[in-house]
């Protein structure tokens, strides 16, 4: 059974439709990249997953449970992380009270944030500044440390390397490849390189539907289909 | 030079600056002693009035144009308990006095988290996020608030009996200084500071204060802020029935147009504190409560414009208020 | 907004051109004096709201400053016609006055609070109105403080005034009516009601109204097309404010008198808040509709109240409440329940009811 099942996902934002018809399978474990161009219902997809919008009734099945109508809190509780676009951090909190919300009860487990630190060793150094004083990079990496400090199922991540130096999407690479290892990330990119390296299964959305879905090593070869889907220019 | 303003404390000096400014145009230091005593504690009193209207704001977005009510509910229920108590207020027991006056303030806390829990749930649930007919549902629940009191107290003002410790004032030299007014003050800011450890020290406040710049992100991280809005709403409208009732025993003679008057005093408090912290709305009453004072000395009819004045000057300076939440 | 005719549209007009034919005749339909006042009432009312409409209903954004443009256009009338004594030329005067003073104050709330934040722009409208009725009440030598200002109105609208006299030299009667200056005064203020009425139902009608539609639909959208929606906002702004102040003006010359009670009070604001609701916002009918029927109300349904709290005088605390002095208290229920039911109002949701096939 797969971990996450979107089946027929339709959503409207105020009068506007901006999914028609989104279906995807996300298997348990790894990275599952879903591409698409500005405008396409990327973020709209990762929104409705965690009833930031409302989904059409029965479109959202995580581990077979019908998340649809459920309030984004209780989303959250199933194990569900999400890293927005706009990376959602709270400016005005410290670094360390950023990662102290992401824990259910206020105490971090002692191993798994040093486990975290050491994948952002930026945090430990910024541990009690500002959160909105940090750069961009930084505050991408506060982001993703907040959505693994404790142990989640799934992790959604909207477009991680928008606006950031390649040296840092490097490394962000890396850190998504570790969690990937024992952690399912559905990660929303317009990167094709960044995706390329990591994702092992991957699908297509183009105006608000799935235009193409199936491995990523064939989909990496398939020079056509890229520019088809994508219109990229490589 | 704005370095070093900036270091000694930015705009949390400017109540300071409207105290030297005072000093300089009122020129008799005993009327400006007293003057600024009285500016403090209605500051003070404006602020336990005002600090719920911006919190709720800031976590919820939602502008209660009816929160004067709760202002108002405090300020009779206090006056009715402390009526009905008379005969401990004028015991010449302190500890009679003490529980006559602090049965009455939580009877006007208790009344305002029941009120709070009822508005919030019956009123303002149905109109989230749509700010239309959340202002327009307020003012209705207002105009009905109003007539509920005029039904239950009349319309003639009513006589606040305050507790006989807390009547008359402290003379140093030429100097005199009224007891409540030092009360009003210190409550105050007891309020604050218990407001202010809450926000910075626990865990609820850490959400709150999140919840403030980022809602959607606290439930994205599991935690339900409908929930936590309601104790915020509860706790904002508590306080403001607590302004009311020391408001009433400042003023020793209410009406039903209270809660009216107080709301526009409030409305200009939040908007030059910024919407949303408690920082920013101490700031803004202090200053209100302060300029109100000199000014209704020095020219009293210009008193409620002056804080209009000092609103759009404030506005222009800074369009968000002196020290919004950061969003 | 549908622009199909429905069944229930045409009812809401047909009821709108009644209430029309039933104003024009006023005087000669309902021979009493206090009829005569509901109708004149009705007429300014159905501007002021309409006025309002421009705003809540067309724009989104919800002023509680409506009655202090209303007000100045009043008193900057009363003013000159108590110190210039009654003549044409006080009235246009502070006509003229009362438009420049809300122009300029509208000007200023809109621009410092309408580019921050909308809720901002309804608080401050708040602050505004409420030290506007402080200053009026203050300033007593120029406004007669709380007492207002008794004056009189131009000759044309004198009683004594005989506007048609038949062989004998006395007023002429057309059908059982005195062809005096007090009807002179009621047809007064209906053609400019009307006239002011008809020029709102144009601009609605405008591209400008299109705009303002596309603005109240979705802000972020009509911004990102290029309208500038705080220039709009505030423009629309300014154009209710001013034409508050002419019905303040056409209010005052009929009253002969103005006072914080009659032109500036906050009770005039909830007025005009109960009656465009009850109409129905953004219709330009809803306002003929909620302010008729509310002026009527507060005339007559009064003395039903206080016959109501007669009768359950020996129950505790309803009398009270059916005091005919609460009778906001029963509006204002009311205004909460259409709120949430109905926020399109008797004449938005009439408009939608029986699509023609």
Known sequence: MSLLSLRGLRTSIGQYAVLHDVSIEVPEGGVFVLLGRNGAGKTTTLRSVMGLWSPSPASVFFRGRDLSGMHTADIARLGIAFVPENMGIFGGLSVAENMVLATRTGQFDKSRLAYVQALFPALEKFWDSRAGSLSGGQKQMLAVARAIIEPRELILVDEPTKGLAPAIVDAMADAFAEIGQNTTILLVEQNFQFARRLGRDMAVIDDGRIVHAGSMAEFAANADLQDRLLGLAV | ?327 | ?357
């Open chain 2, 1 to 327: 030079m704005i370095g070093l303003i900036g270091k000694l404390g930015g705009v949390n000096l400017l109540p300071v600056a409207v105290m030297l400014v005072g000093l300089v145009l009122i020129g008799a230091p005993s009327s400006w002693v007293t003057l600024t005593v009285a500016g403090l504690a209605m500051g003070m009193m404006v602020f336990l009035m005002a600090s719920g209207l911006s919190l709720v704001f800031g976590l919820m977005d939602v502008l209660n144009f009816g929160h004067s009510a709760f202002v108002s509910f405090g300020a009779f229920v206090a006056a009715s308990v402390l009526a009905g108590l008379s005969g401990w207020l004028s015991a010449p027991s302190v500890l009679l006095n003490v529980a006559a006056l602090a049965l009455a303030l939580i009877a006007a806390l208790a009344f305002g988290l029941a009120a709070g829990l009822f508005f919030e749930r019956v009123i303002i649930k149905p109109v989230y996020k749509d700010h239309l007919r959340q202002i327009l549902i307020t003012m209705g629940a207002l105009i009905v608030s109003e007539q509920i009191i005029l039904a239950l107290w009349g319309g003639t003002p009513i006589t606040v009996h305050r507790p006989a410790f807390l009547e008359g004032a402290w003379i140093i030299g030429d100097v005199s200084i009224e007891i409540y007014r030092g009360f009003a003050f210190a409550l105050g800011l007891i309020v604050f500071a218990a407001l202010y450890v809450m926000l910075n020290r626990t865990r609820l406040g850490l959400l709150i204060r999140a919840g403030v710049e980022n809602r959607e992100m606290v439930e994205a991280l599991g935690f339900r802020i409908d929930r936590l809005f309601v104790g915020v709403f509860m706790l904002g409208s508590a306080l403001a029935a607590l302004g009311g009732a020391m408001w009433a025993g400042y003023q020793t003679l209410i009406t039903p147009a209270l809660g009216g008057e107080m709301m526009i005093v409030v409305f200009i408090v939040v908007i030059i504190g910024g919407l949303g912290s408690i920082e920013g709305t101490l700031l803004g009453a202090l200053m209100v409560g302060l300029i109100s004072n000199y000014v209704g000395f020095l020219a009293p009819k210009l008193a409620l414009a002056s804080n209009m004045i000092l609103m759009m000057a404030i506005l222009m300076w800074r369009p968000s208020g002196l020290r919004p939440a950061v969003k």
């Open chain 3, 1 to 357: 907004m549908t622009t199909t005719s429905t069944y229930g549209s045409i009812a809401v007009k047909l009821m709108v051109l009644l209430i029309a034919a039933a104003l024009l005749f006023a005087p000669f339909l309902f021979q009493d004096v206090r009829s005569v006042e509901v109708a004149a009432r009705i007429c300014i009312f159905i501007v002021l709201v309409a006025s309002y409409d421009l705003l809540i209903g067309y724009t989104g954004i919800v002023s509680f400053a409506h009655t202090m443009f209303f007000g100045f256009g009043a008193y900057g009338a009363a003013i000159l016609l108590k110190q210039m004594g009654p003549g044409w030329g006080p009235v246009v005067l502070g006509g003229l006055a009362g438009i420049a003073l809300s122009l300029v104050i509208a000007v200023a709330i809109g621009l410092l609070s309408l580019r921050v934040k909308a809720i901002f722009f309804a608080m401050i409208t708040l602050a505004a109105a409420s030290v506007a009725l402080v200053l009026a009440s203050q300033l007593s030598h120029l406004t007669g403080g709380e007492d207002g200002i008794t004056y009189s109105a131009p000759d044309l609208f004198k009683p004594a005034t005989k506007l048609l006299v038949d062989a004998d030299g006395k007023v002429m009667k057309i059908a059982g009516v005195r062809m005096n200056g007090k009807i002179a005064a009621y047809y007064f203020v209906f053609a400019s009601s009307a006239v002011l009425f008809a020029l709102m139902l144009r601009l609605v009608g405008s591209p400008l109204g299109t705009v303002l539609k596309a603005i109240r639909e979705n802000e972020a959208r009509a911004e990102a097309i290029g309208y500038r929606v705080v220039a709009y906002r505030t423009f629309v702004f300014c154009i209710s404010a001013v034409v508050a102040s002419l019905a303040g003006t056409i209010y005052a010359v009929w009253l002969k008198y103005t006072g914080p009670e009659t032109a500036l009070s906050f009770d005039i604001m909830i007025d005009i808040l109960l009656m465009v609701v009850i109409g129905g916002m953004g219709t330009m009918w809803g306002p003929v509709i909620g302010a008729t029927l509310l002026v009527i109300a507060q005339y007559y349904l009064r003395d039903l109240m206080g016959v109501a709290a007669e009768a359950v005088s020996s129950v505790p605390v309803l009398p009270e409440l059916l005091n005919p002095d609460r009778w906001l208290f029963w509006l204002g229920i009311l205004f909460i329940l259409l709120v949430y039911f109905f926020p399109k109002g008797i004449a938005g949701t009439a408009m939608e009811k029986g699509v023609r096939q």
